[in-house]
């Protein structure tokens, strides 16, 4: 096949007139003169001429098998036209191999070389007689020795420029695929950084959220009880016994969120789950809560009790305590009623009062309002922080209500989730 002309050096294309001139010159020096000279001369320039006009000065030819193969065939008839009258043009038929080694396509370029070592065969062979058997078996000798081995060596180097193409092939996809590994790299690398700041990111912001949760349901409740117990000092009034009753129980609110606070900040158990169940701790705040704010609470156990995942005892603790605190804020009710359930296929805290109610078009308002901000602050961040500690154990939480009847809250945990540290 055909190269571009950048690949040619300049001896490839020059050389081959340089040796036509040499030959023609031989030519004149033996004939000196005569028709005969005349003739050799005219096909030296035809030669030269089509070498000029088809290949020389048309560069973009090259590329065309057809036709570097209609002009490799006339310089070859040519060439041997002039050996047939003149031996010493068979110096020339090295140019033919040149040409056929680089303009010709396989299989034809075995053609191409074999047609050249007839050539040049036949000058090598010039005085034998070929009027003879041993003449024709000479002739015939000079011949193969010439394409024998140039085939062979056209088929050599066949082979060998079809492993270089391999090798080529290969090396590139190699490059191709270290490209690509780079690249992948390179985005893994990106990528693996990304993640690294949203884990980040989400780990500040859950901290940030559990933080907030465990504020609420400590520092805030027990604020909230102590600013209530020494209102109700100031209004005791003349009954010291009354006064120091409340005034004992804000102490211990401050004691018992202080201790709650601590633990929360190093994400220890709460308090009353140290040494208790879930349901003993459930009675314990429930009476707490009762003595506290003079509202009974029936707290109620049913199926098996069983341990469960330390986070969902202290979430369901957690929400018991919110669902509590909102009842002695808000509901003004006159009993509440705490059940604990162990159930096949998920353990249930459901907290109901006999208060006041809401509209849950306005409860929905609340839990739609995730963010930490005054409107959260209105719409009840207890709620949300119960909906986060139900979702953050994949287990659900429903608030029923309405006005004048009350409100129920059941948080559900799967058994999954809550039979996973027994």
């Not at 893994?188 to 907030?212: K, P, Y």
Request: contains cysteine.
């Amino acid at each position: 096949m055909s190269d571009p002309v950048a690949r040619w050096p300049v001896s490839l294309i020059v050389g081959p007139y340089a040796l036509l001139a040499l030959l023609a010159g031989v030519t004149v020096a033996v004939k000196g003169s005569g028709a005969s000279l005349i003739v050799d001369l005219a096909l030296c320039a035809l030669v030269a001429a089509w070498m000029l006009g088809v290949f020389t000065l048309r560069p973009a030819w090259r590329g065309r098998p057809p036709v570097m193969a209609v002009f490799f065939t006339v310089l070859i008839l040519l060439t041997a036209i002039l050996v047939i009258r003149d031996p010493w043009f068979g110096f020339f038929t090295p140019v033919g191999y040149v040409y056929a080694f680089r303009v010709l396509r396989w299989p034809w370029e075995a053609v191409g070389v074999g047609a050249v070592g007839v050539v040049a065969g036949t000058a090598q062979a010039y005085g034998v007689d070929k009027t003879t058997v041993v003449g024709l078996a000479t002739y015939g000798a000079v011949v193969a020795a010439n394409v024998v081995p140039m085939c062979a060596f056209a088929w050599f180097a066949r082979r060998a420029a079809r492993q270089n193409e391999e090798r080529e092939r290969a090396l590139h996809e190699v490059r191709e695929a270290n490209r690509r590994l780079a690249a992948s790299l390179a985005e893994n690398a990106a990528l693996h950084e990304r993640l690294l700041a949203q884990a980040r990111d989400a780990g500040v912001r859950d901290e940030r959220q559990r933080m907030a949760r465990e504020i609420h349901d400590t520092l805030a409740q027990g604020l909230t009880g102590i600013v209530s117990q020494l209102r109700a000092a100031e209004h005791a009034g003349d009954d010291p016994a009354a006064w120091r009753r409340h005034v004992a129980a804000a102490t211990k609110l401050a004691r018992e969120s202080l201790s709650e606070a601590r633990r929360s900040v190093h994400a220890l158990r709460p308090e009353p789950l140290r040494s208790a169940m879930l349901s003993e701790a459930l009675a314990g705040v429930a009476e707490r809560w009762s003595a506290l704010h003079e509202i009974p609470v029936q707290v109620t156990t049913t199926g098996t009790a069983r341990p469960i995942r330390p986070e969902a005892e202290a979430a369901l603790l957690r929400i018991a305590q919110e669902a509590l605190a909102n009842v002695a804020k808000h509901a003004r009710a006159t009993r509440v009623g705490v059940t604990l359930s162990y159930l096949e296929n998920e353990a249930a805290l459901d907290v109901r009062d006999d208060g006041g109610g809401f509209d849950p078009a306005q409860l929905n308002n609340a839990l739609d309002t995730a963010a930490l901000g005054p409107r959260a602050e209105r719409g009840g961040f207890g709620l949300i922080a119960m909906r986060q500690r139900m979702e953050s154990l994949s287990g659900t939480l429903q608030v029923e209500s309405e006005p004048g009847t009350g409100t129920g809250i059941s948080a559900r945990v799967p058994a999954d989730r809550a039979e996973a540290g027994a």
